[in-house]
């Protein structure tokens, strides 16, 4: 109810808020099942293409970075984007690691100078479409 409270009268709620709400009520055996179908479904409505792999397919050893690689390598990425919540261990040394390992590293920016960082949800409900424009860029 929460999410209808704050975003009910939202100019794209009713475009978004039936699919979201059918996913957030549907049992699901785990939260991971939960969180890949709602990554997915945000994904698909943000124009995201990349396709998703489930990372538990292969086992990854060594610290953050080294796992980091892994999975690059893993998937044949040559590119890893985070977001500012990686900055505590993806320091300018890491990410000269990752360039070793033919991986280059960005950061996320999908803040709009006109919109305050906040959830995808809420540029969904607020912008509709055109929210897709803060993570295409």
């Keep these: ?37 709602l990554t997915t479904q945000i994904a698909a409505w943000l124009g995201i ?13 060594g610290d953050a970075v080294n796992k980091i690689i892994q999975m690059c390598q893993a998937v044949n990425a040559n590119q890893y984007l985070s977001n500012e919540g990686a900055k505590d261990y993806i320091t300018p040394k890491e990410e000269d690691r990752l360039l070793s390992a033919g ?4 950061w996320l920016d999908c803040k709009d100078p006109d919109e305050k960082p906040l959830s995808a949800i809420h540029h969904l409900f607020t912008l509709g479409p055109k929210a897709a424009r803060l993570v295409q860029r």
């Design 1 to 37: 109810r929460s999410i209808l409270w704050a975003y009910g009268t939202a100019p794209f709620f009713k475009d978004y808020y039936p699919a979201l709400i059918k996913i957030l009520c549907r049992h699901h055996h785990s939260l991971e099942m939960l969180n890949i179908e």
């Design 103 to 106: 991986i280059l590293h960005n």
């Design 49 to 61: 293409k990349t396709p998703c792999v489930d990372s538990a397919r292969w086992h990854f050893d």
